[in-house]
């Protein structure tokens, strides 16, 4: 399989495409070895990009976090708001 730039929605339509290949009767066990190699080199891809996706997310989240705990802190300009 070529390295070409793809994403997550190309590789997933690849491995469907594959699924549907090895459940076809008549694929001969050298093909159907590609093709199992092939889905592998994809899911590890997919398993690749959806880390980096959910890291990209969670460090998102917590700056969110971050700015919502700075911004809790200044709020009260009113002295009536200040509980003490």
């Known amino acids: 399989m070529a390295k070409e730039e793809k ?11 594959i699924v549907d290949d090895l459940g ?24 690749e990009k959806l880390k980096k996706a959910e890291n990209e997310f969670e460090k998102l989240r917590k700056e969110i976090e971050v700015e919502e705990n700075e911004n809790e802190g200044t709020e009260p300009t009113n002295s009536e708001e200040i509980p003490f």
């Open 7 to 17: 994403n997550l929605q190309t590789a997933f339509e690849q491995l469907k495409k």
């Open 24 to 47: 076809e009767k008549d694929i001969d066990v050298e093909a159907s070895l590609e093709k199992f190699k092939e889905g592998v080199s994809l899911i590890k891809f997919c398993q």
